[in-house]
């Protein structure tokens, strides 16, 4: 861009990696709304706090009452929603921050674009699936009973389709796990990534 330069950093990633003892990474929930991401992505959170990891949950419905307010779901808007949050967690993945990203992101596009941002290495898809009745039944928040009733647009899932990942680094079946064991299936892939550093 025109005016604008990048202006190198005085500390670099190793650096706050080694000081942290620990690796940024980001683990990217996706999944239909009300399969768990959210439960999972904070009990996840929880669970590496009490290990003494530096974490922080990016939940997508909360982005969208501030950094993402302006944003509705459409197509170009929902790509746009991914764009930032995408861009957010890669920053707080250089800082040394174990980043937990958990929103529907529903077209593997969305999902390949964060995945080359943030960096493969650096990168967990994890897929939280959930039939479309469980997660009807799981609707605390009614939308779905407002999406059937053409209340609610391009509700992924009803009018707006979700595109399952074909490659997810793990798979969580909310429909068989219970919370405990799918926290567990997670902590135990990323443990090994956080540990790095002198």
Known sequence: M???YWQENSISQQERYSLLKQRGIVVWLTGLSGAG???LAFALQKKLYEAAYLTYCLDGDNLRHGLNSDLGFSNQDRKENIRRIAEVAALFKDAGIVTL?????????????AKKLIGHESFIE????????????RDVKGLYAKAQEN???????ISSGYEEPRHA????????QDL???????????ITLIKCVD
Do not use: W
């Open 37 to 39: 991401k959210s439960t």
């Open 126 to 137: 994890v897929y939280v699936k959930a039939s479309l009745a469980t997660c009807q039944k």
């Open 101 to 113: 990203v958990s929103c529907i992101s529903p077209h593997e596009e969305m999902r390949e674009f």
């Open 151 to 157: 209340n609610i647009t391009d509700f992924t899932g």
């Open 2 to 4: 025109k005016n604008i």
């Open 169 to 176: 680094d793990i798979t969580i079946d909310t429909d068989l």
């Open 180 to 190: 405990a064991s799918s926290v567990s299936t997670i902590f135990d892939h990323l």
